[in-house]
């Protein structure tokens, strides 16, 4: 294979939104250099995963998703009884490097859903659909139980998005959603108590305002007071005098709000717009309802990233452990994310002239 | 290729795909759209609001409280002071182990366990980072044991802050009076945000009579913290201002010549400038130690104070309540002259004794064998007591009352400190109120020397002096002189000291008894003569003797523990000199037997010393 395979416009939005989060993080880790390094690593390693996979076509994808799925499922098993982390149990340790097993099913679930979908006759019928939630369900199920309930809830809506897209009928949406309605006081009380009190702290964040309250207010404040230019580079000051939690991680918008006010929100959105807008004009340039399913399905769940991590610091929905993609200190979900955008590449670039039919 | 599914229409699912793209795309498009109205919401329409939160968030307002006015008297000398002072603290995050620090600095410097407990307890409740006093106001041996060992306690640091002190101690307790703790009971009647730094107030004395002008205003600095609270920099400092320096009248030298003649005995000597009314000496003996409440007094120490029978926190000056005996006759014998009762040249025959018209009871003078014939100028300067009786039967007690009450007895006489006591002047309708009992005519009689029901203070003897010396002009007696207002000291006009005069048909009557008063010491045969000897100014005085005894009916129950041996009180009033009085006192001596001996020659004492020439002696307030 001579050519080599990049989506040139996919590959520039992400490294916008890549150096924006490269200037926030520096800011967000008091001027880090060691935080600035480390993150640069990680967007190195990711860029790379995206590059190779973007060299591997669709079809092999498709063929070796169900495998990966497989594997990932054992995986998470092990981690539920032989898993490492500080209050959840998410980390794999392998020896030289450790991850989380549940960020390879933000990829396998989809794929694996996609690929069953593409076997069978589309809208797909009750039988069909029954089925693919039992591939969501099953990952989604083990990783709640960690608990990881920001993870099993991007896993899971990967995984519907597929059956979405794929056309499952209205109807049936309908019924679900009727029947997940009426379970939903029952799921309350499978719930962890934290998670509990971060959805009821939601609707009245003042009620604890030094307890679970906290995060929500003071990043609130941190956005709000950002204004409409911000208080400038390195000058937010619920950011460096430590108001706003987890600011280098999940909370790193409010950073990114005190600092650089509505203007770099928008600027920031229109980034976003970008990535997604070529997303999703692959999705409807792809030649094979695989690459097709996939590719909505991935710029569905990274709009879920992005909608879901603003809205939890904005106060908009509850506290979950959701990072903004690529902007946010850490690094499995960054190298998942720039995984899902080599899958995207490869859909776009791997095109046959010949249709087979 | 994947193996042939069962009839897959690729156009109608990819029309279906599209259509769901086109779903997809219109719930992100809403969702950015309700994403960035919200952060409109936050960042345009309530960013005012959160700017205020987020200021509030990082910034605090910590008072810091103004240093007190000094406290001088007339000739400069400092009588209430700032002194720095320095306490020990202790921050949890500065020690690995603060607990084994604390345990060994005991040893070196120990605490008692009540000391000890709130100590560890504070320590629990505040952040790591905050200090927690272990001991205050140090003393300067205190502080160089620290100092020597300090390596071994890198938790433990020395703070300074200014705190009253005293200097010339017990001398002034009961007239400048000192500061304590800010109690709930003061809180009530401050504002608590001009107090937010405050520790002390003005307990009693000048110090709270003045506390609005020697306070200051608390300044204010901003500081920025973080999330725990902990300081990072100074972003704003508005300094206080510091409180007025307040100078007294009081005239140091004087006040310990009268504490020195006092010799130790219970009593009070009260100081006036006639023409003034500035208080020049204000002496309550036994006294106390002012800075000992600065800190907070020791359990023992206050009990020790306050259960003495000699009851040293007790202001005789301000609240005494004695019988002026004989100090009132010049008053009463205005009175006859100016109701046209007496002429300065009739004469009361004196066998001894008085007794009214229809009784057998009878009143007795001082003199067993009598004074015999006594005139107006002999009355006074003998003290003849039957002249009295007749004078008040004659008078009646209604007109008695109403001049010894321009005199001031019986009300406050106003001084600028606060718990003064009003003493009593009686009259029928005060006996029918007070013991629904009716005035007897005897009891005249006794009012017209000073006994039977009648009190007065210390302070209310000196005022009532200083009238007669002025020529019935009255000034309100005051212990504040001067204020000092933003540097430049400012007296206080002397017209807010002012009354109205006692005025008299015949002013030429004032010389009447002020030459009767002269008598008193100057007369060969005054009850004072032996006093006036070798004087180089003349001067007016006149004694008074008090009989515990008689006092023992009638007085608030405060009193009657106090006289063990019930020898009678001396009195002696008396201004100086004659011509220009510039200084009217009144002295008591409990139990010191009669006014001539034990008060008069204190009087004296005061007049030398205050008519010597100072500006060489020179003085130096130890």
């Keep these: 294979m001579a050519r080599f395979h990049v989506d040139l416009p996919l590959l520039g939005a992400v490294l916008v939104v890549c150096s924006l989060g ?29 590059l190779v996979l973007a060299q591997v076509t669709p079809q092999t994808i498709q063929r070796w998703a169900p495998g990966v ?22 980390w794999l340790d392998a020896g030289v490097v450790r991850f989380q097993p549940s960020e390879i099913m933000k990829l396998a679930v989809p794929l694996t859903v996609a690929a069953f979908l593409c076997e069978v006759r589309l809208p ?27 993870t099993a809830i991007l896993v899971a809506s990967s995984g519907f998005f ?56 003071q990043s609130t404040i941190a956005v709000g007071s950002g204004g409409l230019y911000g208080k400038g580079w390195l000058n937010g000051t619920q950011s460096h005098l430590e108001f706003v939690p987890e600011r280098a991680t999940d909370f790193i918008f409010a950073v990114y709000c005190e600092e650089f006010g509505l203007l770099g929100v928008v600027v920031l959105l229109a980034a976003y717009s970008l990535i997604i807008l070529r997303g999703l004009v692959i999705a409807a340039n792809a030649q094979e309802m695989f690459g097709r399913l996939i590719a909505a399905s991935l710029v569905a769940t990274f709009f879920v990233y992005i909608f879901v991590n603003i809205g939890m610091v904005s106060g908009q929905l509850p506290v979950v452990g959701i990072p903004l993609p690529l902007i946010s200190y850490g690094g499995t979900s960054m190298v998942t994310i720039m995984a899902g955008f080599g899958i995207l590449m490869s859909i776009n670039t791997h095109r046959r002239f010949i249709s087979s039919i | 290729m994947a193996k042939l599914p069962t009839l897959k229409d690729a156009e109608l699912e990819s029309a279906l795909f599209r259509r769901r793209l086109l779903v997809g795309v219109s719930a992100m498009l809403f969702g950015i759209v309700i994403l960035l109205l919200r952060l409109v919401f936050l960042q345009v329409l309530s960013h005012d609001h959160f700017t205020t939160l987020s200021h509030d968030n990082r910034l605090r307002v910590l008072p810091i409280p103004p240093p007190r006015g000094v406290i001088y008297s007339r000739d400069g000398v400092v009588l209430a002071e700032n002194r720095p002072s320095f306490s020990l603290v202790a921050a949890a995050e500065r020690s690995a182990d603060l607990m084994k620090e604390t345990a060994s600095l005991g040893e070196l410097l120990p605490i008692d366990d009540a000391e000890r407990s709130r100590f560890e307890d504070q320590l629990k409740r505040v952040r790591r980072f905050e200090e927690v006093t272990y001991k205050a106001d140090l003393s300067h041996q205190e502080l160089a044991v620290f100092a020597v ?38 809180l009530a009647s401050i504002d608590e945000n001009a107090y937010v730094a405050t520790t002390h107030i003005g307990k009693s004395g000048v110090e709270r009579a003045r506390e609005n002008v020697l306070h200051g205003e608390a300044g204010f600095q901003t500081v920025e913290v973080n999330a725990q609270g902990r300081i990072l920099r100074v972003v704003d400092r508005t300094p206080p201002i510091a409180g007025n320096d307040v100078y007294l009248s009081i005239d140091v030298a004087l006040q310990h010549e009268a504490i020195a003649a006092l010799e130790d005995r219970d009593g009070a000597i009260v100081a006036l400038d006639p023409n003034s009314g500035g208080v020049l000496a204000f002496v309550s003996n036994p006294a106390f130690d002012p800075n000992l409440f600065v800190g907070g007094i020791a359990k023992d120490d206050y009990q020790a104070l306050r259960d003495s029978p ?40 004196c066998p001894g004794w008085y007794s009214l018209p229809d009784s ?69 309708a005060w006996k029918r109120r007070q013991k629904q009992e009716a005035w007897f005519p005897g009891e005249t009689l006794i009012t017209g020397i000073g006994q039977g029901f009648m009190l007065a203070t210390p302070l209310q003897l000196a005022y009532a002096t200083s009238i007669v010396a002025n020529g019935g002009q009255v000034r309100i007696p005051h212990l504040v002189d001067q204020i000092e207002s933003s540097g430049a000291v400012e007296p206080i ?13 015949d002013s030429s009557r004032w010389q009447v008894i002020v030459d009767a008063m002269v008598e008193v010491v100057h007369g060969d045969r005054g009850t004072a003569r032996g006093s006036a000897h070798g004087a180089q100014f003349r001067y007016a005085g006149k004694t008074g003797t008090a009989q515990v005894v008689g006092i023992a009916q009638d007085v608030d129950p405060d009193d009657q523990e106090l006289p063990e041996h019930l020898q009678d009180h001396g009195l002696f009033v008396a201004f100086a000199p004659v011509d220009f009085p510039s200084i009217a006192v009144a002295v008591i001596v409990e139990n010191g037997g009669s006014g001539s001996r034990a008060a008069a020659p204190i009087a004296r004492r005061l007049f030398d010393l205050y008519f010597s020439d100072r500006s060489v002696a020179g003085f130096a307030g130890d």
Excluded at chain 1, 23 to 42: C, E, G, P, Y
Excluded at chain 2, 156 to 181: N, S
């Design chain 1, 22 to 50: 490269l200037v926030v993080l520096f800011s967000a880790s008091d001027q880090s250099a060691d935080t600035l390094t480390k993150q640069s690593i990680r967007m190195a390693f990711g860029l790379f995963v995206m």
């Design chain 1, 69 to 90: 799925y497989v594997i990932g499922i054992a995986m998470l098993v092990v981690v539920l009884f032989f898993g490492t982390g500080r209050s959840a149990q998410r």
């Design chain 1, 124 to 150: 797909p019928h009750l039988r069909a659909t029954f089925i693919a939630l039992v591939i969501i369900g099953i990952p989604a199920a083990l990783i709640v139980k960690q608990p990881d309930l920001g």
């Design chain 1, 162 to 217: 597929v059956l979405f897209f794929a056309g499952v009928r209205w109807r049936f949406i309908r019924n679900a959603s009727i029947v997940g309605l009426a379970a939903a006081p029952f799921a309350w009380f499978l719930l962890h108590d934290y998670q509990r009190q971060r959805i009821l702290t939601l609707f009245d964040p003042t009620q604890d305002p030094l307890g679970a309250g906290y995060h929500i207010i």
């Design chain 2, 149 to 186: 060992n300090s390596h071994r306690f890198p938790a433990f640091q020395i703070r300074t802050g200014l705190a009253r002190h005293y200097p010339l101690g017990e001398a002034f307790a009961h007239a400048v009076g000192y500061v304590g703790r800010i109690s709930e009971r003061d």
């Design chain 2, 310 to 349: 000699r009851r040293p926190l007790f202001n005789r000056a301000l609240q005494g309540q004695y019988p002026p005996g004989s100090t009132i006759k010049m008053m009463v014998a205005l009175a006859g002259l100016e109701t046209q009762v007496r002429e300065p040249a009739a004469t009361t025959w």
């Design chain 2, 360 to 428: 057998e009871h009878r009143y007795r003078d001082w003199l067993k064998d009598g004074h015999g014939h006594v005139d107006l100028k002999t009355s006074i300067a003998r003290s003849c007591d039957v002249y009295y009786y007749a004078l008040a039967n004659d008078l009646g007690i209604a007109r008695m009352h109403e001049w010894l009450r321009r005199f001031g007895f019986g009300q406050r006489t106003g001084i600028d400190v606060p718990g003064e006591s009003q003493g009593l002047l009686p009259s029928p």
């Design chain 2, 493 to 505: 006009d002397a017209e807010v000291y002012f009354r109205p005069p006692v005025t008299l048909e």
